[in-house]
């Protein structure tokens, strides 16, 4: 997004408490003082629901960025939240149909298909375009940052509420700067591990 | 002795039905209480059981709400519904749903623990307030888990509650899903129950009372179900036995089913019934029962047979002493069986025989004499009234015998007992062989035979008085001895002597007496001669009336001194005149009289008559000594002294004007006693004379030792003494015998000139008789004391006889 000779790289280390590695934890930086970015316009992300599942498990976009919702299975699915960042349902599209939803409001959008309780993602709606997703070695990088200060937070769908606001970093110019977060899970029996199948569905 | 075997039998019965009684009870209780604890023990299994399937079908019915309440929580409609928190489409839904899965009531709970929708509430009456969910670890559980149970009271209903998220897909709030358990549910549960169990869902309230909202019990039984619960329901441990009406109930209090945190804790009850319990087994009590009162019966009959088969051989026993006690043993008593009874029972047999035996010996020895083997007297007498039963109609002739052995104690008195004893027998046995009929010859006394001779024939009863008498004509040899023994046959006919035993017998005594009277060994019984005949019996009544009235006089028959021919003493004969009968002969009542005792009065009479009669004539110059005849029976009483010399003093008579006549025999009779008296009577100056000298058996020797002064020869020595040699040898050598022992000697029977020659020429001092006179009056007397030729007031010769008289 910057100029290389004016860019820098955030580091994040996301773990629970007991050390595991965090995957699919948010962080964003947002530069100190800034108010809320939208996207620019026409930008776009996807979130693929294919067997039975959708792909990514959560899926951070900056505001008024536009997610298509291609069906990958032979089957319909109905796409919907009730999430106040974003209340919308996408009806009865089949096989090899897509749908588009604008996000246009910072938040956590749960999505959800009428017809597969089973299937669960996540939106995270953010106002800045600095954010990345941990992956399984719970670490992610933000790279071409500005120099300057940032304000870093940690979002993560399973997380206690009250936590998340990682501290403020001072990013150089070609500098990389690293925070490591401990997040705590809620105990999560009822749902889904993400990527796992259930049989007796179909 | 019947009633103590009723006792005994009473006794028997008891202790066996009791025993019975006893052990029955026992086993039916042992068996009664086996069988409790076992339904118990199957009580509470069941119950347990029966617990589990409650718990496993609630889990179902939760399963089957948790169902429902996850298809509405999917429902789109309903989650967009509560998403967008439009309660009242929240309420409608939950109605609807209620409905459709036969939910008593559905709520739905915000994540913020509010009830924000409640189909306790119409769906007309639009959304209610919000109230706080009471439950809220439920929440934590669905939350963990999906879904949430428990049983619990809200407003005072149990309810089976489940709990479910609303998931859009993130959860956004719980749908709540209570079944009531009321009576409805429990009925249903009771159902689908194997056993017949009572079901109750009962609470315990905050302030300590339980409630039962859900029972399958009656209002009453719930009641009393939980008053106890309130009692101890808190502590109840496991089943316990719990008395509810007229039953009683196994009853679990089990653990409360699941419930939240703080909740109100709701515990299924559950209890079965003994009674039912108990049912299937009724026909085994009954046939227990059953079982108990005929083996009941049974023992019961058993101790009756064992008491009958006790007391019917002691009540046969008891029949067989009272038996022996009336003297039949020919009965024997039946022995059937071989125990102790049996055994008594030969005892008692054995007893009877043994008691049999020796009754007939001592029968036999009552009835016999133990010395000869004969019959004795009452044995013979009851023999001789058979005879007489048996001639009752017919009268034939039988006679009865009695035989006397003559001088039979001076035989045992010389030879000794043993001889006598040998003496008897040998004569029994020898009557034995002329008679030998059975029972007819009798041992009547000791010196006594009775025969009976059962003929009317006299020549055959004769033989055999001959035969009898024939053994007494040699002397008899007895252990060495040659006894010469008297026998005395004496024989009494039937029906002429008598008609019964006893009359028969006396007469066969009286016609021994009659024999010794008549000097013969034989007699048939002549009334006449009888002394004891009725007659002279009534003439004893006359007698002592004949001497009150002055019937008697004496006559008197002069002695004569055979010196001087003159008349010097008289004997003073006794004579009876009977105003009817006339002249009684004196043989006719002396004997009599002696026999019944009248004979003191008569000789009281005698005596006074002869002394007042001495007076008389010493006052008239008679000079005559008076005789007077003395009886045996006189020499036994003692007072005769002194009422002679009361008579002579009170009519002042000398003693040597009375002469005392005895007869030998009289003396003889109590020699002691009669001497003494003689004695007495000598020193008092009479003279004492022996009567009928010669017909006895005393010897001179004897009379010598007797104060006597005068013998008088038995006139049968006299009566013919000038026609016999002997006589005249007899009365010379007892004149010169008397005479030497100092003895006068008088002559009695003098009939003729020529006896009178010869005794004076033997030297007879005195002589009587009628050649010189027969008794006479008193006055025919005093007349012939003075004219006739024996007087004394003829020549000088009287005198002599007077001095002669009055000297000795």
Redesign the interface.
């Known amino acids: 997004m910057g100029t290389a000779s004016q860019a820098g790289t955030l580091n994040a280390k996301v773990s629970t408490p007991d050390g595991k590695p965090l995957a699919m934890a948010v962080v964003t930086a947002i530069p100190v003082g800034a108010a809320p970015a939208v996207a620019k316009p026409g930008s776009k992300a996807v979130m693929v629901q294919a067997s039975k599942q959708f792909m990514p498990f959560v899926l951070p976009v900056q505001m008024g960025t536009t997610v298509e919702f291609p069906n990958r299975d032979p089957f319909r699915h109905q796409v919907?939240s009730?999430s106040p960042a974003k209340?919308f349902e996408l009806k009865l599209y089949g096989s090899a149909e897509s749908g588009t939803v604008t996000f246009d409001k910072e938040g956590v959008v749960?999505?959800?298909?009428?017809i597969h309780?089973n299937?669960?993602a996540y939106i995270y709606v953010v106002g800045t375009p600095y954010f990345a997703v941990t992956a399984d070695a719970g670490e992610n990088k933000i790279a071409d940052l500005p120099a300057g200060r940032y304000t870093v937070n940690v979002w993560h769908p399973n997380q206690k509420a009250g936590q998340g606001q990682a501290g403020v970093v001072q990013i150089a110019a070609s500098g990389e700067a690293t925070v490591t977060v401990q997040m705590e899970l809620k105990?999560n029996?009822?749902q889904r591990k993400p990527g796992a199948v259930d049989e007796n569905e179909y | 002795m019947f009633r103590s075997f009723r006792h005994f039998q009473a006794r028997l019965i008891l202790f066996f039905g009791m025993l019975f009684v006893v052990v029955s009870a026992v086993t039916f209780l042992l068996v009664q209480n086996a069988i409790q604890r076992n339904i118990f023990e199957q009580a509470r299994v069941q119950l347990s059981a029966t617990n589990e399937i409650f718990n496993r079908r609630l889990a179902e019915t939760a399963d089957q709400l948790a169902g429902g309440a996850a298809l509405l929580a999917?429902d789109?409609g309903f989650?967009?519904a509560v998403?967008?928190d439009d309660r009242a489409t929240i309420l409608s839904t939950l109605h609807n749903l209620a409905s459709r899965i036969s939910a008593d009531r559905v709520m739905l709970v915000s994540l913020e623990a509010e009830v924000v929708a409640d189909t306790t509430y119409a769906e007309s009456a639009g959304p209610a307030a919000e109230r706080p969910f009471q439950f809220a670890d439920m929440i934590d559980t669905a939350?963990?888990?999906?879904r949430a149970t428990a049983t619990t009271v809200l407003d005072d209903r149990i309810y089976e509650l489940v709990m479910v998220?609303v998931?859009?897909?993130?959860t956004?709030g719980w749908i709540v899903i209570g079944v009531e358990s009321g009576n409805a549910f429990v009925g249903e549960l009771q159902r689908v129950t194997t056993v017949p169990v009572e079901i109750t869902f009962a609470f315990q309230g905050p302030d300590g009372t339980w409630n039962a909202p859900a029972t399958t019990l009656s209002a009453p039984l719930k009641d009393v179900l939980l008053g106890s619960l309130r009692n101890s329901g808190a502590y109840m441990a496991g089943p316990a036995l719990m008395t509810m009406g007229s039953s009683d109930y196994v009853t679990l209090l089990a653990a409360p089913l699941t419930a939240p945190l703080n909740a109100t804790k709701v515990h299924i009850v559950l209890q079965y019934s003994l009674d039912v319990a108990l049912q299937p087994y009724r026909p085994l009590f009954l046939l227990l029962i059953t079982l108990a009162g005929a083996a009941l019966v049974f023992s019961l009959g058993g101790a009756v047979f064992i008491a009958r088969s006790v007391t019917a051989p002691i009540r046969r026993l008891d029949d067989a002493a009272r038996r022996i006690q009336a003297g039949r043993y020919g009965e024997k008593i039946p022995v059937t069986q071989h125990d102790e009874l049996g055994t008594l029972s030969e005892t008692f047999n054995q007893m009877m025989a043994g008691i049999a035996e020796r009754e007939d010996r001592i029968a036999f020895q009552a009835r016999h004499d133990s010395l000869s083997g004969l019959p004795n007297r009452i044995s013979f007498e009851g023999h001789v009234a058979d005879m007489i039963i048996a001639r009752q109609n017919t009268q034939k002739v039988f006679s009865v015998i009695l035989l006397q052995i003559g001088r039979f104690s001076e035989l045992i008195n010389t030879l000794g007992h043993d001889t006598g004893d040998q003496l008897v027998r040998k004569i029994g046995k020898t009557l034995r062989q002329i008679v030998p009929q059975p029972n007819a010859v009798a041992r009547h006394g000791s010196n006594m035979f009775a025969l009976a001779l059962d003929t009317d024939d006299a020549v055959a009863v004769n033989l055999v008085v001959e035969r009898v008498l024939a053994l007494f004509d040699k002397a008899v040899s007895v252990a060495g001895f040659s006894i010469d023994v008297t026998a005395y046959l004496g024989e009494a006919r039937f029906p002429e002597h008598g008609t019964t035993a006893r009359t028969l017998m006396q007469h066969a005594d009286t016609a021994i007496y009659e024999a010794k009277q008549l000097n013969r060994f034989y007699a048939l019984y002549d009334p006449q001669l009888d002394p004891h005949r009725p007659e002279r019996l009534s003439m004893m009544g006359e007698l002592r009336e004949g001497l009150d009235k002055g019937q008697f006089t004496f006559f008197y028959q002069p002695k004569v001194d055979l010196s001087t021919e003159t008349v010097t003493t008289v004997e003073a004969l006794i004579r009876w005149i009977h105003p009817e009968r006339g002249f009684m002969p004196t043989d006719q009542f002396i004997p009599l009289a002696e026999q019944t005792g009248n004979i003191r009065r008569l000789t009281a009479w005698a005596l006074a008559a002869a002394v007042k009669q001495s007076r008389a004539w010493a006052d008239k110059g008679i000079n005559v000594k008076i005789a007077v005849n003395l009886s045996a029976h006189d020499l036994s009483n003692r007072h005769l002294p002194a009422e002679i010399a009361n008579l002579l003093t009170a009519y002042d008579v000398s003693p040597g004007r009375i002469i005392l006549e005895i007869t030998e025999s009289a003396v003889m009779q109590n020699p002691s006693q009669a001497q003494e008296i003689l004695r007495t009577l000598n020193g008092m100056g009479l003279t004492l004379s022996i009567d009928d000298y010669g017909i006895g058996y005393s010897s001179l020797a004897y009379i010598k030792s007797l104060p006597v002064q005068e013998i008088k020869i038995d006139k049968s020595f006299v009566l013919k003494l000038a026609d016999s040699r002997g006589d005249q040898i007899l009365v010379k050598s007892t004149i010169e015998l008397g005479h030497n022992l100092g003895l006068r000697v008088t002559a009695e029977g003098i009939e003729d000139r020529a006896s009178l020659d010869i005794l004076q020429n033997l030297g007879a001092d005195t002589g009587q008789g009628y050649f010189i006179n027969r008794p006479m009056s008193v006055a025919d007397f005093e007349t012939f004391f003075t004219t006739s030729r024996w007087s004394p007031h003829f020549g000088g010769r009287g005198i002599t006889g007077v001095v002669a008289a009055t000297g000795g």
């Open positions: 919907y009730f209340t749960p999505l959800g298909c009428n309780d299937m669960l105990r029996r009822g | 999917s789109f989650r967009q998403a967008s939350e963990e888990t999906g998220p998931k859009a897909p993130l956004i």
